[in-house]
């Protein structure tokens, strides 16, 4: 199956810090969703930062449709269509719901596209369209992330990276909030989902990635890594005495 | 593994029962918000251009001239303020630029005065490029600091350039009509001064309303996401930066023009930056006439504290009191506060929930044509029952 976006053997990390990926391989297949799980500090966000160009890897390769995009900026990236919703609330608060989804499709010059784009979330996000006029501090925590999630599709993005997309969230909230995850993969876009809410995630994910220490651990289907015995220690924050071979697909 | 048979990506309720009626009323406030303020503007500025013929003495009518000055002035430094939240105290330096740059233009380069005044402009909007360039780099304090240096910076060249600019002995420009009467100046110059905040005000609705506003309001918000949504945003600031400028030396220029005396310590002061950020803030720094009601309330409390204290530093004791009144009863300034006033006149608005528990579980029933497995609360949680039971079969 064609990936997406690609990363391979990356090494990254902070300043002169130590590295925080050591070898990272992750490839995110066409209309899928790949979900990255570990303990605090395993590097889940640093990975969907070099993603998407916030942070630039010290070697490895990022591609994105099969075309090398290592080194380029944020701006490049979500040209090359990788578009990140970033953790926490990101919508520009004081803004309308629509000024911040029309924000989403910035780079966009064709009136008529931009149009388009705007029905297409409107119908995926209904409340998207619901609460259009209203000023998006004005909306709870679950709806404001269906808005930045509008957001990052305005451009067509063929890979959205989600950084704990249920982070300050209530059970109810996030389970809209993974549905709508879902709703994003079959309107036909790949999803790279970084999560603390392991099990939830993978329940939701095609993909699992378990990270520990800068590397991808155990990767595989999710429903077989939510069978896996070793998913609990590991979340737990212990680590496996020896990398587990689950053959990668 | 999730497939798209299941039924979580069936549409979720998007209640459309209740859309129509909350757009209807919606709409219909909107429309009269709209005529309101239609209303408004009509009478602000018809008090705008009546005043001339309203003032009792040339005294009265020379203060309305120094107040439209600064509500130009406060309108041109929203450009920057306003829309993107970077907080200039060094404007009054940029109209000190333009003051200048006409007087000299006049006396040294022989230019018709009105030309001067449109190539002053465009020097010191071409001299904002590097400006803006060195100081949109910092944001916040940072920038509140270069934007006071830029101002001290020129007080001391235009003091100390005394071949140029005459230095502290002052700056004589010539009248532009020679032959009218002090009364008659200053209504030419007041109509003059109108025309400009009329122009400013226009420019400033129309980029309010552009690509190129929204993009600027998203800087003034979070100027990092903003650019993480490709807002090219330091292009952006710069070139609001120059328009600023630009209308700032038209406003100081055409002081120049109509007090016809420049000296450097009034024309590069931090007081006059300081008045601008309060006129605009008072006002209400995000609306289009904040600007123009805050140097109406501050430009009339100014010149009555002028005449009431004489020339002593009181004045600026009560502006500071006046300020300290407005943070505290106003915090968002005085037309915002006028409007939530209105607002809570009307009938209550509709909370977040549209729609109660019940209604929506009849929804559901409604368009599942069967009972609903749970009772939902959040409009927006939609199949969260079959949601849990497809996930739990899966584990």
């Known amino acids: ?249 | 593994m999730p497939s798209a048979s299941e039924p979580t990506t069936a549409p979720a309720t998007t209640s459309p029962a209740t859309a129509p009626p909350t757009g209807a009323g919606t709409t219909r406030r909107r429309t009269a918000d709209r005529v309101v303020q239609v209303v408004a503007v009509v009478l602000l500025a018809a008090a705008v251009l009546a005043f001339p013929s309203l003032a009792p003495n040339p005294y009265i009518l020379s203060a309305g001239v120094v107040v439209l000055n600064y509500a130009v002035l406060s309108t041109s430094w929203s450009f920057v303020g306003g829309f993107t939240g970077y907080i200039s105290l060094g404007h009054g330096a940029l109209a000190g630029l333009g003051g200048y740059g006409t007087a000299l233009l006049v006396t040294k380069a022989g230019l018709p005065s009105f030309v001067a005044l449109a190539v002053a402009a465009l020097l010191v909007a071409a001299l904002a490029v590097p400006i803006g360039f060195a100081a949109l780099r910092v944001r916040g304090a940072s920038f509140v600091i270069v934007s006071i240096a830029l101002v001290l910076i020129l007080l001391l060249v235009f003091q100390s350039w005394a071949s140029l600019t005459g230095g502290s002995r002052g700056l004589v420009v010539p009248r532009p009509f020679p032959d009218l009467l002090r009364p008659e100046h200053h209504r030419v110059f007041y109509y003059l001064f109108a025309g400009l905040l009329a122009l400013a005000l226009l420019a400033w609705w129309m980029i309010d309303r552009s690509r190129f506003g929204l993009g600027l309001k998203a800087i003034r918000e979070d100027e990092d996401k903003a650019e993480a949504l490709g807002t090219p945003t330091f292009a952006y600031k710069l070139v609001v930066f120059v328009v600023s400028a630009a209308f700032t030396a038209l406003g100081g220029g055409l002081y120049a023009l109509w007090f016809g005396d420049l000296d450097p310590v009034f024309q590069f002061s931090i007081l006059t930056g300081s008045y601008l950020v309060l006129m605009a803030l008072l006002g209400g720094v995000r609306n289009l006439f904040g600007p123009l009601v805050g140097a109406l309330v501050v430009g009339i409390g100014l010149e009555y504290f002028k005449v009431e204290f004489g020339d002593t530093q009181l004045h600026l004791v009560a502006t500071g009191l006046l300020l300290a009144l407005v943070v505290l009863f106003m915090p968002d300034g005085v037309l915002p506060a006028i409007g939530s006033l209105l607002g809570r006149m009307r009938p209550a608005q509709n909370s977040i929930r549209e729609v109660t528990a019940a209604e929506l579980r009849d929804q559901r029933v409604a368009a599942a044509g069967a009972p609903a497995a749970r009772e939902p609360v959040d409009a927006v949680a939609s199949t969260a029952g079959e949601r849990a039971q497809s996930t739990e079969e899966r584990a």
């Open chain 1, 1 to 249: 199956m064609a990936s997406e976006i690609e990363l391979v053997d990356i090494q990254a990390g902070y300043g002169r810090a130590a590295p925080v990926l050591r070898g990272l391989t992750v490839s995110v297949p066409a209309g899928q969703i790949v979900c990255l799980v570990g303990p605090n500090g395993a590097g889940k966000s640093t990975v969907l930062k070099v993603a998407s160009g916030l942070l630039k890897p010290r070697s490895g390769k990022i591609l994105v449709g099969g075309v090398d995009v290592t080194g380029q900026g944020p701006q490049r990236m979500l040209a090359s269509g990788v578009a990140h919703v970033l953790q926490g609330h990101s919508v520009f608060r004081e803004m309308t719901v629509a000024e911040n989804v029309l924000l989403g499709g910035y780079t966009l010059k064709d009136k008529a596209l931009i149009a388009e784009r705007t029905a297409f979330v409107k119908e995926v996000f209904p409340v998207v369209a619901q609460r259009w006029n209203s000023l998006a501090g004005l909306l709870s925590g679950g709806q404001q992330k269906q808005v930045e999630f509008a957001r990052s599709l305005m451009v067509n993005p063929k890979v959205v990276l989600l950084d704990e997309p249920s982070m300050g969230l209530d059970p109810k909230a996030t389970t809209t909030v993974f549905e709508q995850v879902v709703r994003m993969r079959d309107a036909g876009t790949a999803v790279l989902l970084v999560e603390q809410n392991a099990r939830r995630a993978l329940e939701t994910a095609d993909l699992g990635c378990v990270l520990d220490l800068g590397r991808v651990h155990i990767s595989g289907p999710a429903p077989q890594l939510l069978a896996d015995p070793q998913l609990g220690e590991l979340y737990l924050g212990g680590r496996p005495a020896e990398p587990t071979a689950i053959p990668k697909r």
